[in-house]
């Protein structure tokens, strides 16, 4: 089998032949070059108004360069990609954009796009754009890295073994949630950027949302789009399995609300907490005691944990395989350095 991080020979030679032509020349508004292609500072500023305008707090100075230098970088690692998988033949097309970008839109009417598109200061084209650009780079690494992962029975007994006392589990609780919070976050990570500004935003979102899932639309999908707990959405809101202890810890009132439900149940009212607005939905109950591996649910549980250490190392490999591949100039940081020298020489 093929390592998966070693670049094809055909995508290698596309790399070494772009990196070999002579790099654009720099304008006033080129923030990096990635091989053959500029990325504009005027692109970089409209993210970071973006997210200025999530945060709703201007940071200092020097948040500001760093906030820019980071949201660079990834649009860095994002070229250095789209360039790999344009290589590779991979780039996604108008069909399976056009799909993803039905699903997006499936929930908004045409005036709540319309408004979205207003808020958030994109058009049509800049989340087609979007769509295609993180479809073609879950394409890329399903190639490279994640088709071709493999975990042996041996390694997850192997874990087991090391591990036991872990699956020593007190009576616990599978739950799903979905947070709405009653102030602005600047890291919001749901699939929809949704993100309520106020107390009584919240209150409408989290009634409305809880309409829709009590009419029998999926809780996990729900969650995914519009839930505000950046650690869960993308994962459907899952807390996965909670002692009585962790339950109590999130807040009494959502320890209650949870024990109070039947398997396959969503509490009918949101439950209000420090950290704002729950939704809640009970998915499992398990008993206590010590699960053995010979447990479906143990040895699913160590082959995902298995799989996603692996998958993170490689996706991570594979970036920096890519990157040795590629020609980047960072003018933005240039800049920033040369600025700061001046200011220091000045004194």
């Given at each position: 089998m093929r390592n998966p991080v070693a670049l094809t020979h055909v995508g290698l030679v596309a790399l070494l032949f772009s990196s070999c032509q002579p790099a654009p020349k720099p304008g006033p508004d080129t923030a990096a070059?990635?091989?053959?292609?500029?990325?504009?500072?005027?692109?970089?500023?409209?993210?970071?108004r973006?997210?200025?305008?999530?945060?709703?707090?201007?940071p200092s100075p020097e948040e500001a360069s760093t906030l820019r230098l980071n949201i660079l970088t990834q649009m860095v690692n994002d070229e250095m990609l789209m360039q790999r998988a344009a290589a590779d033949k991979l780039i996604a097309s108008d069909d399976e954009v056009n799909v993803k970008f039905t699903e997006f839109k499936k929930d908004y009417t045409e005036e709540q796009f319309q408004q979205f598109l207003k808020d958030q200061g994109v058009t049509v084209d800049d989340i087609k754009k979007e769509i295609r650009k993180s479809a073609t780079i879950e394409k890329l690494y399903n190639k490279e890295i994640t088709s071709k992962i493999s975990v042996s029975d041996g390694e997850i007994?192997?874990?087991?073994?090391?591990?036991?006392?872990?699956?020593?589990?007190?009576e616990s609780w599978h739950v799903l949630h979905l947070l709405v919070t009653p102030f602005p976050d600047p890291q919001i990570a749901?699939?929809?950027?949704?993100?309520?500004k106020s107390d009584e935003a919240a209150r409408q979102k989290v009634t409305g949302l809880l309409k829709r899932i009590l009419?029998?639309?999926?809780?996990?999908?729900?969650?995914?789009?519009?839930?505000?707990?950046?650690?869960?959405?993308?994962?459907?809101?899952?807390?996965?399995?909670?002692?009585?202890?962790?339950l109590d810890a999130i807040d009494p009132r959502f320890r209650?609300?949870?024990?109070?439900l039947k398997v396959g149940e969503t509490f009918a009212s949101p439950v209000p907490t420090k950290y704002g607005y729950h939704l809640v939905k009970l998915i499992e109950k398990e008993a206590g005691g010590q699960h053995e591996?010979?447990?479906p649910k143990v040895q699913a549980d160590i082959r995902q944990i298995i799989f996603n250490r692996k998958e993170t190392l490689l996706k991570t490999a594979y970036?920096?395989?890519?990157?040795?591949?590629?020609?980047?100039?960072?003018?933005?940081?240039q800049k920033i350095l040369s600025d700061a020298a001046g200011a220091g020489a000045s004194k």
């Open positions: 070059i990635v091989n053959q292609t500029s990325i504009k500072n005027s692109e970089v500023e409209k993210i970071y973006n997210r200025l305008k999530q945060a709703g707090q201007t007994t192997d874990y087991f073994s090391k591990n036991r006392a872990n699956y020593n589990l007190p749901n699939a929809r950027n949704d993100d309520a009419s029998g639309e999926d809780f996990a999908v729900i969650a995914r789009d519009y839930s505000e707990d950046s650690s869960s959405a993308q994962a459907g809101g899952d807390l996965r399995l909670l002692s009585l202890q962790q209650q609300a949870v024990q109070s591996l010979t447990d970036l920096e395989a890519v990157r040795n591949q590629t020609v980047v100039k960072n003018l933005l940081a």
